[in-house]
């Protein structure tokens, strides 16, 4: 197997690591609030986006300078057609009432204005410091199972993906050997897509599988976002965790049986249905 490779465009470890007032609409510079806020009205935004099934554009700024400004027209441009998609909330980082996100998203010391973009289900899609595009924040969307397998990663875990082709085939065998291992059960989360599906294509092309493809894939994903491998349906649960290994993404005992079973030079490569191809970062 070539070396792992990160399975979307910007690195996840930026986003597992990252009030207010709420903008009017998708445009308004973010004015300074009073320091008597109590409660940050950003939050609230964030929790009735997520209700309404929307995406929340965070923006945190120091001061309504330049840049806040710029940074702000753009998210009114790239979401002028989106209001069913998206809502747009401010936070002034030096207010009391806000270090609640401040700390959440840790930007006390980032670099302003920094927009966060956070999925209905708390998932951050993107994190934009200074500068943002219309394309940049417009590929902050994601699929219905990629927003699922970001939010499983900025939590830890593995995601084990299952992809199903037209062919209709079985359950991946090593699917129901990893929910019931003790070391995987709770450090794994399992989600399945079609491949035709066509809500699913960028995170389709994002694994680098084709969406007409006949065969069941099952494809590994670790944190940051690293996708380990991508296998057929008969591969098992030992040759999934072996390649975990090697990538270095199973666990710190250096006494697992994994580890120890991991491919060396001299012994083949587990079976994979493709080799992933690294990506730039």
């Not at 986003?15 to 004015?31: D, Q, R, S, Y």
């Not at 069913?84 to 006390?108: C, F, H, N, R």
């Amino acid at each position: 197997m070539s070396a792992p490779s990160r399975f979307i465009g910007y690195t996840l470890a930026g986003l597992m690591t990252l009030g207010a007032t709420t903008l009017a609409n998708a445009g308004e510079t973010p004015a300074t609030a009073p320091a008597s806020v109590a409660a940050s009205k950003a939050q609230q935004t964030i929790d009735k986006a997520a209700e309404e099934g929307k995406y929340t554009f965070l923006l945190f700024f120091k001061q309504n300078d330049e840049a806040t400004k710029a940074m702000a027209a753009t998210i009114k441009a790239g979401l002028a057609d989106k209001a069913e998609q998206a809502v747009v909330a401010s936070a002034q980082v030096g207010l009391p009432a806000e270090q609640a996100l401040v700390t959440k998203y840790d930007v006390s010391r980032a670099p302003m204005p920094m927009t966060v973009v956070i999925a209905p289900n708390g998932a951050m899609t993107g994190i934009f410091s200074q500068k943002l595009t219309v394309e940049a924040l417009n590929d902050a969307f994601v699929t219905p199972t990629m927003m699922v397998a970001m939010k499983s990663l900025q939590a830890g875990k593995l995601v084990l993906v299952t992809v199903q082709g037209s062919a209709k085939g079985a359950a991946p065998a090593a699917l129901k050997d990893f929910q019931s291992d003790p070391h995987f059960k709770d450090r794994l989360v399992t989600v399945s897509m079609q491949a035709a599906d066509p809500k699913e294509g960028k995170f389709l092309g994002q694994m680098q599988l084709d969406p007409k493809t006949k065969s069941t894939h099952t494809v590994l994903l670790a944190p940051p976002g690293v996708l380990v491998g991508k296998f057929d349906s008969i591969a098992s649960k030992d040759e999934i965790a072996a390649a975990l290994a090697k990538a270095g993404k199973c666990c710190d005992d250096p006494n697992c049986k994994h580890h120890q079973a991991a491919p060396t030079s001299t012994n083949p490569p587990p079976r994979t249905a493709t080799k992933p191809a690294p990506t730039s970062r």
